[in-house]
């Protein structure tokens, strides 16, 4: 008998929501539960991770270097892997 094993989902990002000035939501799927194993860049700059969720990560952002709603380019790069996209904020 082959044992198969379940493929890890891939990095996948589907929207981002601003919470505030300092916070916003990503969703997608591929990410780990684990905080610390997703690294995020937000407008090129890194954001801290304080929560996720195979499909949400929540960060705390610096500030816009844009005023809102403007396009702003999101990574996430997880253990199953990363994706790239450009979103508009408002």
Same mark, same amino acid.
């Given at each position: 008998? !082959?044992?198969?094993? &379940?493929? #890890?989902?891939? @990095? /996948? *990002?589907? $929207? +981002?929501? *601003?919470?505030?000035?300092?916070?916003? /939501?990503?969703? $997608? %799927?591929?990410? =780990?539960? #684990?905080?610390?194993? &997703? %690294?995020? !860049?937000? &407008?090129?700059?890194?954001? %801290?991770?304080?929560?996720? !969720?195979? #499909? %949400?990560? @929540?960060?705390?952002? =610096?500030?816009?270097?844009?005023? !809102?709603?403007? =396009?702003?380019?999101?990574? +996430?790069?997880?253990?199953? $892997?990363?994706?790239? &996209?450009?979103? #508009? *904020?408002?």
């Amino acid at each position: 008998m !082959t044992s198969i094993a &379940n493929p #890890t989902a891939a @990095v /996948t *990002l589907l $929207g +981002v929501s *601003l919470n505030s000035t300092i916070c916003a /939501t990503i969703y $997608g %799927t591929g990410f =780990s539960a #684990t905080p610390s194993q &997703n %690294t995020v !860049t937000f &407008n090129g700059s890194s954001a %801290t991770v304080d929560f996720s !969720t195979p #499909t %949400t990560i @929540v960060v705390s952002i =610096s500030a816009l270097s844009c005023p !809102t709603p403007c =396009s702003v380019p999101v990574s +996430v790069t997880s253990p199953s $892997g990363s994706d790239s &996209n450009h979103f #508009t *904020l408002d």
